[in-house]
């Protein structure tokens, strides 16, 4: 009876651990598949909204947007075809046990009919300071298959993308052929009528993309028809060999480019198979600089010939390049867990791929820049103040990508191209145009954008010690700090940052960044010997700060607290540019403010954090973990908590967000902030001296 009961309650345990996976450290809202660039973005939606909890079979991956890019893996055991990766029809799923991230990685750990057991590790390598690497525009995913019984089994992978990858319409009439380079078995896809710098529901409408694979013994291949090419190897367990000449629209009976390996008799010791993809497009980005438009080219070009010698040197580079992706890893795991514990990394190794996503170096070798796009909010290039909150993950990592950021600024703006004194808002409203706004009618945020150049620009020079930098920029630097200087006290009506909540006038925490951006410039001019500029840059930035303490706080209140703008004394918000005070050591806010709002935020936090202002419950978690960066122990606990906990709890799909309500984890009602750049902010406490 005892037994009975035993083997009853195994049986019951089984079935139900079965039908969960483990996922570590969390379950994010979307876990990344090949997020590599605005351009190679693919993810899989696991939140309730629209994601199925984060199991990789049943479920298509989908562009950071949410469009499906088929994407798709079978494997046959013993005569049995299961699915590993995404939602074909009429097969079996296999079952996932465990997920786990990294910063550059997606790792599941899926089980197959009780006999097999799968190993799928999707790599994104970061490089930051390997450009050659880093330009790439390529993702791993290397698939590890073993004996989960003991027992031999008779395997065969396969695996196939659709033409979902190379345009976002998808009555578009796609073009592709197969073929071997340098021991490389390839798919190559593209739109057959391609538009050169054109987006259609954000994925770009021009360049190849590749599927490639090692051409080993047992290889098959076959374009074709969706369930056609999946149906034949259920059925056989590999591939005609056979191409689909028929191009037509990517909707059009769904063309799918797809291998299968013959794995033969698998048993304990793993076998393991390499498939690379990614995206070549040699022109990246047109940009107004000081030549006037021209069109950069992607860097890689700089470092190969053509496609084939980029995918060769990639696919076969896994070893060094997952070595150095680990390398990365491990840091941001010790450097985090050190500052500030496993909640916090929890944070940082999500945010690593979706920041370095949304960027892309171009130019040429002795040229290069980094582009930046704003990606959902609106698809600006290069916009100023998402650039700023991205900010940190690039002082982090190298604080030379901050001044690839920069450069493109300086360049349009010092030739000319832009007719007011403030700094401008951004260089393009649509990436990858970066043909900045010579009318002068981009997004007004002048207060906001004229601090966060002089910031960024100080904070990158204070890590590089490169003064040319600022030698070479002076007179504009200048030009923006005497903006400061009329406007930082009583800042007029206008849109800061945050310009979903609207203008206002005389913001508390907007007129601090200008204050903050005076000091720094008044580091700035020191740092090149001109001292009378310094000194008078500090005078200025003491006596605003001064009258800053009395117009922006509350001090009646208990506790009290800095107010959202001036005379609004019922009013509170997240004092994030504060922050910029520890970053850049200008000490010019007293410790007294830094104790004040570290004591003030725990009592009006709600369940997933503490709202940005009064004016509604969202708030935004690039701010929450800067304010996080500078307040006490406690209070800084408090939000990287909270934080992490929504990460794991929300129900939105879409890649990390960056505004959500703090109530009940959602996005706002018709604003969905998701996979920016801004998140890069995430890194904000290894960021500081
Ligand atoms: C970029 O500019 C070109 C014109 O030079 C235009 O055809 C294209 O649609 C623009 N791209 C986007 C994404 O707006
Ligand atoms: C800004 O605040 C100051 C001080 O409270 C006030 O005198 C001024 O009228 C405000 N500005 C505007 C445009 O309301
Ligand atoms: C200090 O800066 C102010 C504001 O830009 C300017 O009007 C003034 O001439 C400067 N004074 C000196 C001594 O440079
Ligand atoms: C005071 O703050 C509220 C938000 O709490 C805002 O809606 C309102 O516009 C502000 N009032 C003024 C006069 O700026």
């Known amino acids: 009876m005892f037994l009975f009961y035993l083997g009853l309650f195994w049986t019951l345990l089984i079935n139900m651990t079965a039908a969960q996976s483990k996922f570590t450290p969390v379950r994010p809202p979307s876990l990344p598949l090949a997020v590599k660039s605005p351009y190679l973005s693919t993810w899989f939606p696991a939140g309730s909204e629209g994601g199925n909890g984060g199991y990789l079979p049943g479920q298509w991956p989908t562009f950071w947007t949410g469009q499906i890019t088929g994407w798709a893996g079978l494997i046959r055991v013993d005569g049995n075809a299961f699915i ?3 939602a074909p029809k009429d097969i079996n799923t296999a079952n996932q046990v465990a997920y786990e991230y990294t910063s550059t990685r997606s790792i599941f750990t899926i089980e197959v009919d009780g006999k097999i057991s799968m190993k799928i590790t999707f790599l994104s390598p970061l490089t930051p300071n390997d450009f050659k690497r880093q330009s790439l525009i390529f993702s791993y995913m290397q698939v590890e298959v073993s004996s989960l019984d003991g027992a031999n089994h008779d395997v065969q992978l396969y695996t196939d993308i659709s033409a979902e990858w190379v345009s976002g319409d998808h009555g578009d009439v796609a073009q592709w052929d197969f073929g071997t380079t340098d021991d490389i078995s390839y798919h190559r896809v593209w739109k057959q009528i391609p538009m050169l710098f054109s987006e259609k529901s954000d994925q770009s409408e021009w360049g190849n993309i590749y599927y490639a694979t090692d051409s080993a013994d047992g290889l098959t291949y076959q374009s074709g028809a969706d369930n056609d090419v999946r149906g034949a190897f259920a059925r056989d ?26 794995l033969g008799s698998v048993g304990s010791s793993a076998t393991s198979t390499l498939f690379s993809i990614g995206l070549c497009q040699n022109e990246a980005i047109q940009f107004l600089g000081k030549d006037g438009v021209t069109t ?12 084939f010698a980029a995918l060769s040197f990639f696919h076969k580079d896994y070893s060094e390049s997952s070595r150095l992706s680990t390398e990365l890893d491990d840091k941001v795991a010790k450097d985090s867990i050190a500052a500030a514990g496993e909640n916090y990394l929890i944070l940082t190794s999500l945010a690593a791929r979706q920041a370095f996503g949304a960027v892309q170096l171009v130019g040429t070798s002795d040229k290069p820049y980094l582009f930046l796009k704003e990606i959902s909010s609106n698809g600006n290039t290069q916009t100023v103040d998402v650039v700023y909150p991205a900010s940190p993950i690039f002082l982090y990592t190298n604080p030379e990508l901050l001044k690839l950021l920069l450069d493109p600024h300086f360049e349009n703006q010092e030739a000319g191209h832009y007719p007011h004194k ?57 030009q923006w700090a005497e903006y400061l200087v009329e406007d930082s006290l009583y800042p007029a009506n206008q849109l800061s940052t945050d310009d979903f909540a609207g203008p206002l006038l005389n913001q508390t ?31 200025i930035a003491h006596d605003y700060i001064t009258q800053w303490m009395d117009l922006g706080t509350n001090k009646e209140d208990n506790p009290p607290h800095t107010i959202l703008n001036y005379g609004n004394w019922s009013t509170h918000g997240l004092l994030y540019n504060l922050y910029n005070d520890a970053l850049l050591k200008t000490n010019l806010v007293p410790e007294s403010i830094y104790t004040q709002q570290s004591n003030f935020y725990p009592t009006v936090k709600k369940n997933y954090g503490v709202p940005l202002d009064t004016r509604h419950d969202y708030t935004k978690s690039d701010w929450e973990v800067f304010v996080a960066a500078v307040a006490s122990i406690e209070t800084r606990d408090m939000f990287l908590g909270d934080l992490a906990r929504w990460v794991g709890e929300t129900t939105t799909s879409k890649p990390f967000t960056d505004l959500y309500e703090t109530v009940n984890g959602r996005h706002p009602n018709g604003i969905e902030f998701k996979a920016r750049p801004v998140m890069g902010g995430m890194f904000a406490l290894l960021a500081l001296p």
């Open 84 to 86: 590993w990766m995404g």
């Open 237 to 262: 367990g590999k591939l005609a060999n056979s191409k689909d000449s028929n191009f037509r629209a990517i909707n059009s009976n769904w063309p799918v480019f797809a291998y299968a390996v013959d």
């Open 296 to 307: 950069l080219p992607s860097l890689w070009k700089s470092y190969f010939s053509d496609d």
């Open 422 to 478: 403030w700094s401008i808002h951004d260089l393009g409203t649509h990436y990858p145009n970066a043909t900045g706004h010579p009318d002068g009618n981009d997004e007004w945020m002048p207060l906001e954008e004229c601090g966060n150049m002089l910031i960024m620009l100080l904070a990158y020079v204070q890590r590089s010690k490169n003064t040319d930098y600022i030698r070479a920029h002076y007179p504009m630097l200048k």
């Open 509 to 539: 925490n907007l007129a601090l960044k200008g204050m903050i951006g005076l000091e720094g410039m008044s580091q700035i001019s020191s740092l090149i010997g001109e001292d009378a500029d310094s000194k008078n840059y500090t005078d």
